[in-house]
Nanobody, 128 residues
């Protein structure tokens, strides 16, 4: 089973940037075969979808709250999916998770229940 490792979180001031990474923990598993979703969960709130990138054509979907600020991309040579986060706001604070599914096509709403494999999460804190 695919196991994911997400990383790159940290403390950043409002308006700053971070880049999160999602990789496979075991060799031989190619993330390009999977749709990758990014989710976040703030204290006391439900996990929400942030972005999704399909495996077949790299179609991307973003939550309205991050459109124009976040960008999801793949680097197949490094077997890594990135979430570039710019113009960060305090409301972007939370634990960010990457998730993978071999069958999902990213379009419209995407749910946590759609994904079979998850990373352990990385904390993002936006604060002055």
């Amino acid at each position: 089973q695919l196991q994911l490792v997400d990383s790159g979180g940290g403390l950043v001031q409002p308006g700053g940037s971070l880049r999160l990474s999602c990789t496979a923990s075991a060799s031989g598993l190619t993330l390009d075969w999977y749709a990758i979703g990014w989710f976040r969960q703030a204290p006391g709130k439900e996990r929400e979808g942030v972005s999704c990138i399909s495996s077949s054509d790299d179609n991307t979907v973003y939550a309205d709250s991050v459109k124009g600020r976040f960008t999801v991309s793949r680097d197949n040579a490094k077997n890594t999916v990135y979430l570039q986060m710019n113009s960060l706001k305090p409301e972007d604070t939370g634990v960010y998770y990457c998730a993978a599914d071999p069958d999902l096509y990213c379009s419209g709403n995407f749910l946590a229940a759609d994904f079979a494999s998850w990373g352990q999460g990385t904390q993002v804190t936006v604060s002055s």
